[in-house]
């Protein structure tokens, strides 16, 4: 069989000269700044759907510059059986139309995969009667399953978190399946794509890239959307080793110089962190590398090994200065915890992309201004001010659904980015617009934020290149009002 993925268009419209792009890949959010991002997910599937013996093709169509009518004519071309897409909540609407679009001209296949659709499984099948079938959770393995059981006229009964349809009925058969051994998949099918198309803000040296080291968490923060609907709050992880030879595959097949490793929490085991760093520093693996921590797990000797190792930047999901809303949202850790992180990162050179979402149920106007003077405080190369957004299957949006928090009708408002989703009482949605790019812009603008990035931009010309491009990414944002 022949088995197509393809990740669409931001919008409808979309042409390479756009200014708009995709970015992000646990929160997606248009974009002005030109980040580009790949399905990490994908590309484990289409792995697996090899060792299968099935022919995999791949279309990333802003990556590509490939519009909407180019990427049908692409489709014709293939004529593939059955066509993957990771739908995203932003460009759902996107990922509908093609679908029509493909099933009135072909008789293939077509099943849409990830976290927006697994909780709506049923809605967007009734949404779109051209959908075939929806992958609720880790598909991996299912995509494979379902390939074979389509090629073989088998039954669907038995594939984990498959939806479907039996005469107009919609069905939904097993609960999604739960890898238990990570090292058991292949190093994902990276020669799909090309990495020098993909750029995020933060990263320094390129070709770059993303991987997954582990899946799930055990923490219970209320809005965190992976554990809730792709991996539950079991945590599953690859060995050291299996981690050092997918980066030294990177590395050494495409040249690959920094990787941004998207775990939800990456130091679970501490023991796990701290061989994988050995094995890089033993086979002399010279590969820049940013992880997502939680800043109650680390100490120093920890972030002094991993800066030994090439790790340059961490990401700290922060959120809020206040206790209060921190132990609301169930985030586990103590306010002075994020300080501790950070300053421990910066005395030993390691940079910090802290992030903090203003506008939670609880919040006020009052917790608002601490949480981003606070921030300011840290003053951190990088800070992320979203805005909390209730997404699909998530504890967040059943509660803000029942409380009538939920003011955005449209799926493409839900992105954290610079509109809110959410309204309440003590703070509007107009409310937390305001703030959101009243702290991006004060942040970005600061003497001691602007004095810090200048010493940065004197390091090398990759770091003089990147503070350039921060620039431009900057005013870019500026024009659009945005922040």
Known sequence: MKILFIDSPPTLDWTSSSRFTKGGRRWPSLTVTGEKTYCYLNLSAAAVLRERGQ???????????????ELLEKTKE???????????????????????????????KVVFVGPFVTPLDREIMTLSPHLDFVIRGEYDCAVADLADA?????????????????????????????????????IPAYDLIDFNNYTESVFIYHPAAAMATSRGCPYKCVYCWFPQTMYSHKWVAQSP?????????????????????????????????????????????????????????VDEDLLRLMKRAGCIRILWGCESASQEVLDRMKKGFKVADIERATRMSQKLGIEVLNCFM?????????????TIEFAYKLNAEFTQFAIPTPLPGTEFYKLAKEKGYVQASEWDYFDGSHRAAVSYPQ??????????KKAYRDYYL????????????????????HTFKLALAFAKRRRMGWI
């Open 241 to 297: 080793e299996r981690m050092f030879e997918e980066v030294r595959y990177m590395v050494e097949r495409f040249g690959v110089r920094e990787i941004k490793i998207d775990d939800d929490t990456f130091e679970i085991d501490r023991q796990r962190v701290v061989d994988f760093c050995e094995l890089l520093l033993g086979h002399n693996v010279k590969v820049a590398w940013a992880p997502q921590c939680r800043p109650d797990l």
């Open 78 to 108: 293939i004529a593939p059986d059955l066509v993957v897409m990771y739908v995203e909540q932003i460009k759902v609407n996107v990922d509908l139309e093609i679908t029509e679009r493909l099933k009135n001209s072909s008789d293939l």
């Open 427 to 436: 703070l509007s949605y107009e409310t937390l617009e305001l703030y959101s």
């Open 150 to 186: 389509v090629g073989n006229g088998g039954s669907l009964e038995e594939i984990p978190g498959i939806t479907w349809r039996n005469n107009g009925e919609i069905c939904q058969g097993l609960p999604p399946g739960r890898l238990t051994d990570l090292d058991d998949l292949p």
């Open 358 to 370: 203003l506008g939670f149920p609880w919040d006020t106007e009052a917790t608002i201004r601490q």
């Open 55 to 69: 022919e995999v093709y791949y279309i990333d169509c802003q990556a590509e510059g490939v519009t909407l009518n």
């Open 446 to 465: 600061r003497p001691r934020w602007l004095w810090l990035m200048s010493r940065r931009a004197l390091r090398s010309r990759a770091h003089l290149n």
